[in-house]
């Protein structure tokens, strides 16, 4: 159907607000944030370190977040609206979490961070090539880039927890790289 075909709230339901948008964002970050804290005095010490990392990763984007949204250069485009990404469903969905259980799987956690932060990527991705111009956009092309680095990382660090010899039956590694 065309854009013209459409009725207003169709044309609406396909927009969200940058204020919607960011306390998504927010949601997502501190959900990531409290999971990954609250994860890793439960995992192996094979990938505590890994864990702890990434709830300061998230903590780092949530106070940006926040901090965002009262900044005057942004809070002008608060009310403006924006294309809802195709990846935003996904997105919103990943602020429920799964249980892992009291000792979680290596692998098992790292599908999950690779899960995030693939999701991230393709929502930052999609926010940059349709927020306004300025610090907003650079803000989304930032968090993409940084989203793509973090799930490359965890890439590398799959293939060799799946690849060198496996999980072992109770979920832990004797080896990953040193980092």
């Known amino acids: 159907m ?6 207003g709230r169709e044309q609406l339901e396909g927009k969200k607000s940058i204020a919607e948008i960011l306390d998504v964002a927010i949601s997502f ?5 409290d999971f990954y804290r609250d994860l890793a005095p439960k995992v192996s010490k094979n990938i505590r370190w890994l864990v702890e990392d ?12 926040k901090s965002l949204k009262s900044r005057p250069d942004i809070e002008t485009h608060l009310s403006s609206e924006v294309a809802t990404p195709a990846s935003d469903r996904k997105f919103s ?7 892992l259980g009291d000792s979680p799987d290596d692998q098992e956690v790292l599908r999950y961070a690779l899960y995030r932060e693939h999701t991230a990527m393709e929502q930052y991705q999609s926010l940059a090539e349709t927020a306004p111009d300025g610090a907003l956009r650079d803000l989304f092309r930032f968090l993409a880039k940084e989203e793509t680095e973090h799930k490359n990382e965890l890439e590398k660090l799959y293939y060799e927890v799946v690849h060198s010899g496996g999980v072992s039956g109770n979920g832990t590694r004797t080896v ?4």
């Open 93 to 99: 969905d990943a602020v429920l979490l799964p249980d």
């Open 54 to 65: 990434l709830a300061i990763e998230e903590q780092g984007h949530y106070d940006l977040f």
């Open 176 to 179: 990953l790289p040193d980092r």
């Open 2 to 7: 065309s854009e013209i075909g459409k009725s």
């Open 29 to 33: 970050e501190k959900t990531a944030r």
